[in-house]
């Protein structure tokens, strides 16, 4: 079942029924901000600041940044970690284009690095294999709604001292371990407002 939420349309038919009224009632909140931006969230106006102040709230963030989307913000994020040109950065072989793309724009690298097939995540055992000594990152992608093993990927990533980066695009909304997908649990989070969002 898909439903409307304002300028969005929302998968809901994964929602327990005692998960529903809670989740309308945030994910409303949530677009409201989001419907006062125009939908158009490249442009600063009116409501921008107050979709970055609820999505922060309600992803549990200190803080949030509107960019012009997940693209844009993935590339940011690879920029604001000190990833350079000719550096490797590992993702998932299971993604949307973009991801690799930002890694390429950056002047990196992108590793593709083979996926759980349970949660089509990045896994973290082929994650280990992939790393060289020029690897400096690992831009994670939750995929579908389903959180990837950030515990295990994270560890990975500690012991080999690279960064983490979180592409929650599809993902608004899930929760790891009891908070929220985009806390971050790595060192940036990035969404998106035009993706499919499921799991909410």
């Given at each position: 079942?898909?439903?409307?939420?304002?300028?969005?349309?929302?998968?809901?038919k994964?929602?327990?029924?005692?998960?529903?009224?809670?989740?309308?009632?945030?994910?409303?909140?949530?677009?409201?901000?989001?419907?006062?931006?125009?939908?158009?969230?490249?442009?600063?106006?009116?409501?921008?600041?107050?979709?970055?102040?609820a999505?922060?709230?309600?992803?549990g963030?200190?803080?949030?940044?509107a960019?012009?989307?997940?693209?844009?913000?993935?590339?940011?994020?690879?920029?604001?970690?000190?990833?350079?040109?000719?550096?490797?950065?590992?993702?998932?072989?299971?993604?949307?284009?973009?991801?690799a793309?930002?890694?390429?724009?950056?002047?990196a690298?992108?590793?593709?690095?083979?996926?759980?097939?349970?949660?089509?995540?990045?896994?973290?055992?082929?994650?280990?294999?992939?790393?060289?000594?020029?690897?400096?990152?690992?831009?994670?992608?939750?995929?579908?709604?389903?959180?990837?093993?950030?515990?295990?990927?994270?560890?990975?990533?500690?012991?080999?001292?690279?960064?983490?980066?979180e592409?929650?695009?599809?993902?608004?909304?899930?929760?790891?371990?009891?908070?929220?997908?985009?806390?971050?649990?790595?060192?940036?989070?990035?969404?998106?407002?035009?993706?499919?969002?499921?799991?909410?």
């Amino acid at each position: 079942m898909q439903q409307y939420f304002g300028p969005i349309w929302v998968r809901t038919k994964w929602l327990a029924a005692h998960e529903y009224g809670r989740a309308r009632q945030e994910f409303t909140s949530l677009v409201s901000a989001l419907a006062g931006a125009d939908r158009d969230l490249a442009r600063v106006g009116i409501g921008v600041a107050e979709f970055e102040r609820a999505f922060a709230e309600y992803v549990g963030a200190g803080c949030a940044v509107a960019v012009s989307s997940c693209t844009t913000a993935l590339h940011l994020a690879l920029l604001a970690v000190g990833i350079e040109p000719g550096d490797e950065v590992l993702c998932p072989s299971l993604s949307f284009i973009a991801t690799a793309n930002a890694i390429m724009h950056a002047g990196a690298i992108p590793v593709f690095v083979d996926v759980d097939r349970a949660t089509y995540n990045i896994d973290p055992n082929c994650m280990e294999r992939a790393i060289t000594p020029r690897t400096r990152a690992v831009l994670l992608v939750h995929q579908v709604g389903l959180p990837a093993a950030l515990d295990e990927i994270c560890e990975v990533a500690r012991r080999h001292r690279l960064m983490v980066i979180e592409d929650a695009a599809c993902a608004v909304g899930a929760e790891y371990h009891g908070q929220r997908v985009g806390l971050p649990h790595a060192a940036i989070a990035c969404f998106s407002s035009s993706a499919q969002l499921s799991g909410v």
